[in-house]
């Protein structure tokens, strides 16, 4: 079985908070961008489409995005373009994007590489907003057609959604290490991997921190490659003036980061909605590998014809309510601690322009409410000025003055 076949068999957790941004995202996209262009258009283009549904049923991106495309059809003119490069995956969405019958949006279909689609996809986006996922196999994707999508010509609201592939990079990167160690000329599989990343990265930049690599270990070259993530995503800010937001998504809360997922986006309101999109979408993350868990649990049992120690009501399974209640007051006091040392650090600000500091680590697990909750129980304590109220993400926040 190839990768590409592997991994539509069956979406597992940590394609579930993927889709979960997908289900969402979107539609607030359309909503707020489609609301500042000629004839209320948008474009959403899904440069690596797959086959638009898994063997097992749930909706891929393209689905997904037809569902946003569908939820906002009364109000907004939205097309989608679908770009897949597999013979057979292309068959595949082909039919499911025709069975699904473009309820609310008209869409393209491009066969081939994404490379050669972008001059095409430009045209038909003229005028109107654009929201772009990138979901490449590891590192398929050729950062000039990234920063050419967030240079387009124009101003209308653009934006990008990018999976960084962290085990692909991991994977790929060790290669200056070992040819540093060994001291030799790269092998021909060698140089395709370093002219891969090179290209994916968009130069040879990256390939210090690699070559300081001190070990073979897995962790080690994941922590140089998250680095790399967000040098990346610097390099990207100065050469286009896209800011970013984003999120390491693991298949269990424990292990290493699989991919990280990237918002570009000029805009803080896409920031703000973004981050709350990834808190809900981790909510149904985590209820995802639970059942992972209780799936694998079961299928060992089965083939050794037991019955298991874990059914879908025993100890591993998610209870949502129990979940939240335990972990919304934690997530709240981090909230609250990370407003008081914003304020340290500038006396004055608003949360929309500090989104991700003011998350930190919740960020993909709390989501609006719990930002408000925080900001309503430090006016309630009298430590802060605004109440949480409203659009309290543009209120500015300072600390209550003391009496001497
Ligand atoms: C990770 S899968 C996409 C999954 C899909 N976005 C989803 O969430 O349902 C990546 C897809 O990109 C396709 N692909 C790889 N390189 C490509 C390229 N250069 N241009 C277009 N498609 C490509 C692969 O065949 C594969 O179907």
Known sequence: MTANEDFFRERRAAAVFKHGILKRYPVVFASKAGSRVP????????????????????????????????????????????????????????????EYGGDGMSYSLYKGNLDAHVPAILRDAQGSALLAFLDPFGTA??????????????????EVLLHFSVSAVSRLGPVVRKLRVEQREPSDEESKKIVRLNR?????????YFAELRNEDLGAATRI??????????????????????????????????YILVLFTRHPEGVWQFADALGKAGLEWHEAW???????????????????????DGELSFDRR???????????????????RLLDEY???????????????TLGSAWIPHLRKAV??????????ASGVGEFQKEVIQRVARLP
């Open 225 to 258: 490659a998250i680095r790399v993530a967000d040098v990346y995503r610097e390099r990207i800010r100065q050469a286009t003036g896209f800011q970013s937001v984003s999120v390491h998504v693991r298949m269990k809360p424990e292990h290493l980061p699989k």
């Open 39 to 98: 004839d209320r258009r948008v474009i959403f283009v899904d440069g690596y489409a797959g086959r638009g549904e898994y063997d097992d049923g749930s909706p891929g991106s393209p689905l997904l995005l037809a569902q946003g495309a569908a939820s906002v059809k009364e109000f907004r003119n939205v097309k989608g373009i679908f770009v897949e490069r597999d013979p057979s995956n292309f068959q595949n969405l082909e039919r499911v994007l025709a």
């Open 322 to 340: 129990k979940y939240l209640s335990s972990e919304e007051p934690k997530w709240i006091a981090v909230i609250q601690n990370n407003i008081r």
């Open 347 to 361: 006396s004055a600000f608003r949360i929309i322009d500090h989104v991700d500091k003011v998350y930190g680590t």
């Open 141 to 158: 994707l050729d950062s000039v057609q990234l920063q050419t999508l967030l240079m387009r010509a124009g101003t209308p609201p653009t």
């Open 290 to 312: 639970r059942s992972d868990l209780v799936n694998k649990e079961l299928r060992k049992a089965a083939a050794v014809g037991q019955a298991s120690l874990f059914d879908d």
């Open 200 to 208: 994916f990265l968009g130069g040879d930049w990256w390939q210090p």
């Open 376 to 385: 309503k129980s430090l006016y309630a304590s009298k430590e802060i000025t």
